[in-house]
T-cell receptor, first 112, second 113 residues
Framework: GQNIDQPTEMTATEGAIVQINCTYQ??????LFWYQQHAGEAPTFLSY????GLEEKGRFSSFLSRSKGYSYLLLKELQMKDSASYLC?????????????FGQGTELSVKP | DAGITQSPRYKITETGRQVTLMCHQT?????MFWYRQDLGHGLRLIYY???????DKGEVPDGYVVSRSKTENFPLTLESATRSQTSVYFC????????????FGPGTRLTVT
C-alpha cells in the first residue's frame, strides 16, 4: 500500500523558521518531491531528494532519510508570501510507472 | 514560450453529458499526467502517459478516458459526467531525465450539476 502523512495545518510567524514533516510508507521509492501550492493556483516544484541528506536551495531546504521513511521541508526567514499548501510526493520506481503519489498537503499560515 | 496550458479554465456541465478537458505542452516532454484535486483527498492521479500512444491508469481512472495521439496533447474525457466528478483538474508534464519534476498547468475547475 501507499501512505504519505503530513500535518494538516501549521502556523508560524514572519521571519521565523518552520519545519514541515512528511513520513511515507510506499511499496517502492524513487525520490521525494516537495511542491508549493498557493490557493487557487497550480502546484510548483520546490525540491527533490533521492539520496539521504539535506538539499539546500535559498531559504528552502529539504531533508531525506530513506531508512526512516521520513522527509522534512525547512523554510527559513518566513515571509507572508510563504503562506501556501506544501505537498510531499513520493515517486514510484520505473517498474511501477514512476508515478508521483501525493500526501494531502500541509496548509501553512504565516502571521505578522 | 507558453509552457503547459489547459482549456477550458472553468466549465459547468450537466450530469450525463460528455466533457473533454484539453491539455497542451510546448516542451516536448515525454510524460503527461492528469490529476484531480478535492478537499480532503489532495492530488490524485487519474491517468498518465509515458509517450504518444502509451497511456496507463492511475489511482482513480473510473469514468475517464484519455488519448495521446501527439506528444504535446493529452485530452481527458468524462464520458458521462457525474456530480462526484466535480473537482479541479490539473494536467502536468515532465521530461524523461532527472530530476523528473512535474510542471503543472493552471487547472480546470469543473462543476457537474
Amino acid at each position: 500500500g501507499q501512505n504519505i502523512d503530513q500535518p494538516t495545518e501549521m502556523t508560524a510567524t514572519e521571519g521565523a523558521i518552520v519545519q514541515i514533516n512528511c513520513t511515507y510508507q510506499t511499496s517502492g521509492f524513487n525520490g521525494l518531491f516537495w511542491y508549493q501550492q498557493h490557493a487557487g493556483e497550480a502546484p510548483t516544484f520546490l525540491s527533490y531528494n533521492v539520496l539521504d541528506g539535506l538539499e539546500e536551495k535559498g531559504r528552502f531546504s529539504s531533508f531525506l532519510s530513506r531508512s526512516k521513511g521520513y522527509s522534512y521541508l525547512l523554510l527559513k526567514e518566513l515571509q507572508m508570501k510563504d503562506s501556501a499548501s506544501y505537498l510531499c510526493a513520493v515517486r514510484a520506481p520505473y517498474n511501477q510507472g514512476g508515478k508521483l503519489i501525493f500526501g494531502q498537503g500541509t496548509e501553512l499560515s504565516v502571521k505578522p | 514560450d507558453a509552457g503547459i496550458t489547459q482549456s477550458p479554465r472553468y466549465k459547468i456541465t450537466e450530469t450525463g453529458r460528455q466533457v473533454t478537458l484539453m491539455c497542451h505542452q510546448t516542451w516536448s516532454h515525454s510524460y503527461m499526467f492528469w490529476y484531480r484535486q478535492d478537499l480532503g483527498h489532495g492530488l490524485r492521479l487519474i491517468y498518465y502517459s509515458a509517450a504518444a500512444d502509451i497511456t496507463d491508469k492511475g489511482e482513480v481512472p473510473d469514468g475517464y478516458v484519455v488519448s495521446r495521439s501527439k506528444t504535446e496533447n493529452f485530452p481527458l474525457t468524462l464520458e458521462s459526467a457525474t456530480r462526484s466528478q466535480t473537482s479541479v483538474y490539473f494536467c502536468a508534464s515532465s521530461a524523461l531525465g532527472a530530476p523528473y519534476e512535474q510542471y503543472f498547468g493552471p487547472g480546470t475547475r469543473l462543476t457537474v450539476t
